[in-house]
C-alpha cells in the first residue's frame, strides 16, 4: 500500500481514447502518472491488490468508463462501494453515454461525478483541466488503506 | 290500458276456474264450447303467441301451457297436465328453481336464466320471465320461456373471441414492448458506439494539426480541418437523432406547464446565440397555461425560436414575436420572424426529419429541429404548423390544450 500517491486509475477499453485522454494529460502538463486497465475485472483485482497487482499503489482518482469488456462500470462501481476503505476513492465516471438511466444508475451507485466524453478534443483537454484542478488540487483526500 | 289489463286478469281468473274444473272433470274439449267471446280472445291470443307461456299455482302445479311449450318441450296436451313445474328443470338448476319462485313471490315478478329439461331428457337454457296474479285470493304465476341456446352460443363465441382478442393484444403488446427494449439498446449503442470512432477522427486530425502543422502543407491542413469538421458535423447529428428518437420512446404524461417559465428557460439556453446575432425578441407576457410536458415544450420551443433567429438575410438583425391566443378549450402559441420565409411548397416538408431547403454553408444544421416539434407535439396530443410567405417571414405555431382540459 502506498498512501498520498499520485496515480490516477483510468478504466478505458478503447485505445483511442486512451492514447487522447493520456495526450489531454500531456497538453494540460499533468504530472500524476496514469495506470491504464482494460476491462472492468482488471480493475477489481488491481483495486482489490490481487494477482498480478500485489505491489500497486492505490490512486488517487478513478477514471471509469461504463461500457467496458467483462464487467462493467456500474458492476466495479458497486463492487467498490462495499469495499471497508475502498469505497472511499473518489471515482468519476468518464463515458460516451448520455442516458439518465446510466447517470442515475451511477450516482444510485455512489459516483462522485459523471462526465461525458467530448466529441473534440479541444473540449477534452478543457475537461482534463478543470478535472486536474478539483480532483487533485483543490479537492481534500479521504484516509485509504487496504481492507 | 289500465281497463285492458283488468280485463285480461279476469280473463285470466275465469281461464283458470274453468281449467280447473276441466282438469278435475277431465273433460277438456267441452271447455272451448263454453268460452264466452272475450275469453276465446284471449285463449287464442295465449296459443298463438310466438313465445312459450305457462300458468302453474306457487306449489309448482302447471294450470296450463300454450302450444309453443308443449312444442318446445316435447310434449303432448295429455301428458303435460301430469308433469310439475320441476319436472321441467335440468335437476342440477332445482334449487335455482327454488330461488327463482321465492323471488317471484316476494318481488311479484322475476326474470332468470336457467337450464331446462325436455321430455326426451336433452336440457338447453333458457330465460324465464314470470309475474304472479292474484286469483280468488290466491297467487298464481303466468310465465314465458324463451329458448335461448342461441343467444348463449353467440356469447359463448364471442367470449372465446375476446379472449382469442386478448391473447392476441397481449402478445402484440410483448412484441412491441420487445421492439421498443431494442430501439433503446440501438439508441444507446448509437450514442456510446457510433460516438467513440469519431473521437478518434475529430482528435487524432486535431492532433495532425497541432503537432505537425509545419510538415503539411496549405492544401494538408485543409483536408485535415475538413475531417475535423465533419467528424463534429456528425456529432451533432447524432445527439439531435438521439434527442429525436428519445421522444419516440418515452412516455408524457401532459400536466400543466407554464408557457412562461418555459420560454424563459429557452431564452437562457439561446441567450449566447441571442446576443450574437443581436436578435430583437419580444414576447406579449403573460403567456398562459397549457397541458404538456415541460421539458418536452422546452425542446420544441427552442427549436422553433433557434429557426427564428437563424433563417434570416446575411447581415439582416433577427426579430421575432411570440404571443399566445387561447381558443375555449386550446392554446395556440404563435412564434413570428420577419425572416426568410418558406414557400407554400415546403410547409408540410420542412416538418419530416433531415428535411432542410437551404444548403449547410449559408445555414448550418441538421434538418431534425422541426421533426423533434412534430414529434414533441404528437406526444403531448397536440399539432403544429406554419403560415410563411417567402420573403416576408414565417409564423409557427403549436396548439395544445389549455390548462384544465
Ligand atoms: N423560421 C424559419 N424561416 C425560414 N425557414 C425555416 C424556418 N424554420 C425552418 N425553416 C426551414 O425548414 C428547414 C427544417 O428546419 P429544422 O429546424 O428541422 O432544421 P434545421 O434548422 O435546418 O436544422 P436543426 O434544427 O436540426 O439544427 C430548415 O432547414 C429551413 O429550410
Ligand atoms: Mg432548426
Redo the contacts between chains.
Keep these: 500500500m502506498t498512501q498520498n500517491n499520485h496515480t490516477v486509475l483510468l478504466v478505458e477499453d478503447?485505445h483511442?481514447?486512451v492514447l487522447?485522454i493520456k495526450?489531454a494529460f500531456q497538453k494540460v502538463k499533468i504530472a500524476n502518472p496514469i495506470i491504464v486497465l482494460n476491462d472492468g475485472e482488471q480493475a477489481i483485482s488491481y483495486l482489490a491488490g490481487r494477482e498480478p497487482y500485489i505491489e500497486r499503489p492505490l490512486p488517487v482518482l478513478i477514471l471509469l468508463d461504463l461500457?467496458l469488456p467483462r464487467k462493467s462500470g456500474h458492476e466495479v462501481l458497486e463492487w467498490l462501494r462495499q469495499q471497508q476503505t475502498l469505497k472511499r476513492l473518489p471515482v468519476v465516471v468518464l463515458?460516451?453515454?448520455?442516458?439518465s438511466s446510466d447517470i442515475n444508475r451511477a450516482y444510485d451507485l455512489g459516483a462522485n461525478s459523471y462526465l461525458v466524453?467530448?466529441?473534440?478534443?479541444?473540449a477534452?483537454v478543457e475537461m482534463v483541466k478543470t478535472l486536474n484542478l478539483y480532483w487533485m488540487i483543490l479537492n481534500k483526500r479521504a484516509e485509504v488503506t487496504n481492507d | 290500458m289500465k281497463d285492458e289489463e283488468k280485463s285480461k286478469e279476469q280473463i285470466l281468473k275465469e281461464l283458470i276456474d274453468l281449467r280447473r274444473t276441466v282438469v278435475a272433470d277431465g273433460a277438456g274439449d267441452q271447455l272451448k264450447r263454453e268460452h264466452s267471446t272475450a275469453e276465446e280472445k284471449y285463449y287464442n291470443l295465449f296459443q298463438s303467441a310466438n313465445d312459450a307461456i305457462f300458468i302453474q299455482d306457487l306449489n309448482g302445479t302447471i294450470i296450463d301451457v300454450n302450444n309453443k311449450l308443449l312444442a318446445l318441450f316435447g310434449y303432448d296436451r295429455s301428458e303435460i297436465m301430469s308433469v310439475r313445474m320441476a319436472d321441467l328443470v335440468n335437476a342440477a338448476e332445482e334449487s335455482k328453481y327454488r330461488t327463482a319462485l321465492e323471488s317471484l313471490v316476494k318481488d311479484g315478478a322475476t326474470v332468470f336464466e336457467i337450464l331446462l329439461r325436455r321430455k326426451n331428457g336433452e336440457s338447453f337454457p333458457a330465460e324465464v320471465s314470470a309475474s304472479t296474479f292474484p286469483v280468488n285470493g290466491e297467487k298464481v304465476v303466468q310465465g314465458t320461456v324463451r329458448n335461448i341456446s342461441e343467444r348463449k352460443r353467440a356469447e359463448e363465441e364471442f367470449r372465446k373471441y375476446r379472449k382469442h382478442l386478448e391473447a392476441f393484444v397481449a402478445q402484440r403488446t410483448d412484441q412491441l414492448e420487445a421492439a421498443n427494449k431494442e430501439l433503446e439498446s440501438f439508441a444507446y449503442s448509437v450514442s456510446h458506439d457510433l460516438r467513440a470512432p469519431l473521437r478518434a477522427m475529430e482528435g487524432f486530425a486535431s492532433a495532425l494539426l497541432e503537432d505537425y502543422a509545419e510538415k503539411l502543407d496549405e492544401t494538408g491542413r485543409d483536408y485535415a480541418n475538413r475531417v475535423v469538421s465533419a467528424a463534429q458535423h456528425m456529432d451533432i447529428l447524432i445527439q439531435d437523432l438521439l434527442a429525436y428518437s428519445r421522444l419516440s420512446r418515452s412516455a408524457l404524461k401532459p400536466n400543466a406547464v407554464s408557457l412562461d417559465s418555459v420560454l424563459g428557460e429557452v431564452m437562457h439556453q439561446l441567450s449566447s446565440d441571442i446576443q450574437k446575432r443581436d436578435a430583437q425578441i419580444r414576447v406579449e407576457r403573460p403567456l398562459p397555461e397549457v397541458m404538456g410536458d415541460h421539458a418536452t415544450l422546452v425542446q420544441v420551443l427552442s427549436n422553433l425560436l433557434s429557426n427564428a433567429i437563424k433563417f434570416v438575410e446575411p447581415g439582416v438583425k433577427p426579430k421575432v414575436n411570440i404571443r399566445a391566443e387561447t381558443l375555449s378549450n386550446k392554446v395556440r402559441l404563435w412564434v413570428e420572424d420577419a425572416g426568410i420565409g418558406i414557400p407554400p411548397e415546403y410547409h408540410a416538408r420542412i416538418f419530416r426529419i433531415f428535411e432542410r431547403l437551404q444548403g449547410m454553408e449559408s445555414y448550418p444544421g441538421t434538418g431534425v429541429g422541426l421533426a423533434i416539434v412534430k414529434k414533441g407535439l404528437e406526444r403531448m396530443g397536440g399539432i403544429a404548423g406554419v403560415d410563411s410567405v417567402p420573403g416576408k417571414g414565417s409564423k409557427f405555431w403549436v396548439e395544445l390544450r389549455a390548462k384544465g382540459f
Excluded at chain 1, 466524453?117 to 479541444?122: E, L, Q, S
Design positions: 478503447d483511442n481514447d487522447l495526450r461500457k463515458t460516451a453515454s448520455s442516458e466524453k467530448p466529441v473534440t478534443f479541444g477534452l
